[in-house]
């Protein structure tokens, strides 16, 4: 073979190495990016001091878990619909607690809601009986109980109940709704409020609960995420729904630092605004898009001295309170004094 030969054949080599080496880099890319023009995305929404989550399925599916308290609803129905939520396919209530059902009394009077799935655990307050009577008002919506080892499927993504059974536990927090959402690789837990009880009799089925993402069970408390538990879960990121500052103390460092030893990564809502997960079945992506932000609105002249109320949450307020200017003008009712609003049925606080 001359010399000039075996360059030409070194040259048509080098040049179709060029060649795979490109068509190999560009099929490594596309399978990394693939999946994400359409991710699944899970929301966990910042609504202060309590729990709200919503699952957008890359086939369309809306499931929409818990909805804070009362007086969120104004925030949380604008932030749905800024999420392109049209109808619920699927609304989880964890448990019957006024920082979980609260913003859904008026999301079922808003949008269109095909499924209910619920603890099946009681509870004889106020509130929550005028949740049941707006559930009622709603003939179409379906109403289920969540049983351990109950399985749906939206599309390619999948859920598990874990937890309660038809045996419910003595407290409401135990009866808390826990599952497993699926998407190829990428598993979340919900918890609702569950404690380690409700841990232990979930970890008792026998259920594989390793989850990438944990919804951590009760805000943060140390009666929950019981040491046994999180290893069985094993997260790698953990998402606290819990108010800057709240009462509560929550999170207990207890519960942190359990995280922390494992090398979770831990975001709290009320501190760090909704966290909102992206997956494409292989990889997660984090998102922070930011605190909540309530919607005002402009309290005419005539109205700016009276007690203000707001129809939906029952709850009065002083002329002054910073929050008179949250409730939409088509919810706002004027007493022009306390006793007029407590003898409507108003009152100044709600749970
Ligand atoms: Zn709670």
Redesign the pocket.
């Known amino acids: 073979m001359s010399r000039l030969s075996a360059i030409r054949i070194f040259r048509k080599f080098f040049t179709l190495a060029l060649i795979f080496g490109a068509l190999f880099s560009f099929a490594v890319f596309a399978a990394g990016e693939a999946g994400w023009e359409n991710p699944l995305r899970v929301h966990f929404i910042d609504v202060g001091q309590?729990?709200c989550s919503l699952v957008q399925c890359p086939n369309g599916t809306a499931i929409l878990v818990d909805g804070g308290r009362i007086w969120t609803y104004p925030f949380l129905i604008d932030y749905l619909k800024n999420a392109g939520v049209e109808k619920i396919d699927l609304l989880v209530l964890s448990h019957p607690?006024g920082?979980?059902f609260g913003g859904l009394i008026k999301v079922l009077k808003e949008f269109p809601v095909a499924v209910i799935l619920d603890s099946g655990k009681d509870d004889t307050g106020e509130h929550y009986q005028r949740f049941l009577e707006t559930v009622k008002s709603r003939t179409e919506v379906d109403f289920k109980l969540a049983r351990a080892g109950d399985r749906f499927t939206f599309g390619e993504v999948k859920m598990l109940v874990i937890h309660p059974s038809s045996r419910l536990p003595a407290t409401v927090n135990n009866s808390s709704i826990i599952f497993k959402l699926t998407y190829g690789d990428s598993d979340f837990l919900f918890t609702g409020?569950a404690e380690m009880e409700a841990e232990a009799e979930a970890m008792s089925r026998g259920f594989n609960l390793r989850s990438e993402v944990l919804k951590v069970g009760?805000?943060g408390s140390r009666t929950s995420t019981g040491p046994a538990f999180l290893s069985r879960a094993s997260p790698r990121w953990a998402v606290i729904p819990a108010g800057e500052n709240n009462s509560y103390g929550h999170p207990h460092p207890e519960v942190t630092r359990r995280l922390k030893m494992r090398g979770t990564k831990i975001y709290q809502t009320g501190t760090e605004g909704t966290v909102l997960f992206l997956s494409n079945g292989k990889d997660l992506r984090v998102e922070l898009p930011g605190r909540a932000v309530y919607p005002e609105y402009a309290i005419p002249e005539e109205q700016a001295s009276r007690i203000i109320a707001n129809r939906e949450t029952l709850i009065y307020y002083d002329p002054h309170s910073p929050y008179v200017v949250q409730i939409p003008p088509e919810d706002r009712v004027v007493f022009d004094t306390a006793v007029a609003a407590e003898t409507a049925g108003y009152r100044r606080n709600w749970w």
């Open positions: 309590g729990d607690h920082d979980h409020d009760h805000h």
